[in-house]
């Protein structure tokens, strides 16, 4: 039989879906008791065991100085910051999309410009933002929406020209106005585009975040990995880096979810 | 009554249309042939006010028609012409909301009743019962189009623009929505524009069979000169709406459907009934 056409039972997809998940974590394993072997206070590779207690130090003991539980103040800080500046985009997405893809006069107004401005570095601008906004959460919540916010437009707008022309001439044979086409034809069918370009867009939102974090913050998990870097705390920065990831990837599937459950029928026209 | 008058469509130097000069009267079914690229479809957008004509004037019961598609004249395309958004009722109640709620354009209490009651009719009438909570995804290529007419005919438009609607239907659903189509024909107010390349639909279907050409069609004269009307045929025997023979009218035999063995649906006279 060939290849293409050898496919795995659900059983085996699981397993294999975990192998490379397993293989790492038992790479990392000998490679830090190889280490260790070598030099018993290497900070490099800290040993699984030393992670679970800086994992259990962080997440489940107060932080003798000020109280608090270091991974949990850390995560709301930064999830605070990050869901502020996607929502404030989504928004923009929302509006200037949908305006800029359905109006002709308002596209050949804005097109060209926010095709010019979604190339502008967001990294480039953070001094700015540092210098105009002040070193608080504004200037790191508006980094996020620069980075990010145009290029959510930009794929609003296509979503919106890539609707078919006759459905939209359709709409206008039953009598709708621009905007009754807007929000009963063109509004529901690019809020599931809307949310796959959110998730898309979870990834450099993050990027932006603990850059930001990593410049000016007293808290964070981004500043919280740029701090214990100093002193070569791979023990704190390991399971932080895994925490956002698998922060990221939840809301990943959250989203999609969510997705699927308010428009079930933006499920049903794939693969025809 | 729809008058086109010495109507000329250009895309920058190409020339499309030309010379093409039609009356259209009230509840006539026009077929409009021809082969692929001469036209039939910008001559159905130019109708529809997708297009507008670059000479020449289109009115519809006197008044020039709007630069712009309107609920006057309804359509279904071969494609998109339904909501994937929507259900199957919710397709067809969209007509009826656009115009009853300006700003919303959604319905509630007894209006919304009353609207849910009319296109419950009419998903009836389209034979689509049963199939209202569907998305049309879940619909088959036949009862998507199904759906499209019951959509179109909500807004009882005065022209329904159809173009090559059943293109791309198997060849036996497509009877059965020529049937549909028919009698959806006869038993509303509508006069009927459709584009198609199938000759056979053509016939079977309409009053009246107009076909588009090109005079010349040489490469190098191809931008410079559009297509114009070639022939303008009346189906005989004559189809009437809203009269004549029904059996005439609804069952006259497809070429694949079996024969009427006696009757006036005959056109061989040779046998005696």
């Keep these: 039989m060939r290849l293409i056409n050898i496919k795995p039972s659900r059983m085996t997809q699981l397993l294999l879906a975990l192998l490379p998940f397993v293989l790492l974590v038992v790479a990392y394993g000998i490679g830090s008791a190889a280490r260790l072997a070598a030099n018993p206070s290497d900070k490099l590779l800290p040993a699984l065991g030393a992670i679970t207690d800086a994992v259990n130090r962080l997440a489940f003991l107060p932080d003798p100085r000020t109280g608090e539980y270091t991974l949990w103040s850390d995560t709301l800080a930064s999830l605070g910051r990050l869901f502020a500046a996607l929502g404030i985009s989504t928004a923009i997405a929302l509006v200037v999309g949908m305006l800029v893809g359905m109006i002709p006069y308002l596209r050949a107004l804005l097109a060209p410009f926010l095709a010019a401005i979604s190339m502008v570095p967001p990294l480039a601008l953070l001094p700015i933002l540092f210098i105009a906004l002040g070193l608080g959460e504004t200037s790191k919540i508006t980094l996020i929406v620069i980075g990010v916010a145009p290029i959510m437009i930009r794929d609003l707008v296509l979503r919106v020209l890539e609707l078919p022309r006759e459905m939209i001439v359709k709409a206008e044979t039953l009598g709708g106005t621009s905007w009754q086409i807007g929000l009963r034809v063109v509004l529901p069918q690019i809020l599931p585009r809307l949310i796959t370009s959110l998730r898309l867009q979870l990834g450099p939102a993050w990027l932006f975040l603990i850059a930001a974090e990593a410049i000016s913050a007293d808290s964070g998990l981004g500043y919280r990995i740029f701090l214990v870097r100093r002193y070569l705390s791979m023990d704190v920065i390991f399971p932080y880096v895994i925490w956002i990831t698998l922060l990221a990837v939840l809301t990943n599937l959250l989203l999609d979810w969510l997705r699927i459950r308010i428009f079930p029928w933006s499920e049903l026209g794939k693969g025809t | ?273």
């Design chain 2, 1 to 273: 009554m729809i008058e086109v008058d010495n109507v000329w469509k250009e895309y920058g130097d190409q020339i499309v249309l030309e010379r093409v000069s039609l009356t259209i009267a009230d509840r006539a079914f026009v077929a409009l042939v021809g082969p692929s690229g001469c036209g039939k479809t910008t001559f159905l957008k130019l109708l529809l006010g997708d297009e507008r004509p670059s000479q020449g004037t289109i009115r519809l019961d006197g008044k020039l028609l709007a630069p712009e598609p309107g609920p006057d004249r309804g359509v279904v395309f071969q494609r998109y012409s339904v909501f994937p958004h929507l259900t199957v009722l919710g397709n067809v109640l969209l007509g009826k909301e656009f115009s009853a709620s300006r700003i919303a354009a959604r319905l509630g209490g007894a209006t919304r009743r009353a609207a849910i009651e009319e296109a419950r009719a009419l998903i009836a009438e389209v034979g689509l019962t049963g199939s209202e909570e569907k998305y049309p995804a879940q619909l088959s290529g036949g009862m998507q189009q199904r759906l499209a007419l019951a959509q179109a005919l909500i807004m009882k438009p005065r022209v329904l623009l159809l173009d090559e609607p059943f293109g791309a239907l198997d060849p036996g659903i497509r009877a059965d929505i020529h049937v549909l189509m028919k009698r959806l024909w006869n038993e509303t107010n509508l006069t009927v524009v459709m584009v198609t390349h199938d000759m056979r639909e053509a016939f079977t279907l309409a009053t009246r069979v107009v076909a588009f050409e090109r005079p010349r069609n040489a490469p190098a004269e191809r931008d410079r000169y559009g297509a114009s009307l070639s022939q303008d045929i009346s189906v005989w025997p004559p189809r009437v709406a809203g009269g004549g023979d029904p059996d005439t009218l609804t069952l006259s035999p497809d070429r694949d459907d079996p024969i009427h063995p006696t009757g006036p649906s005959r056109d061989d006279p040779a046998h005696p009934a």
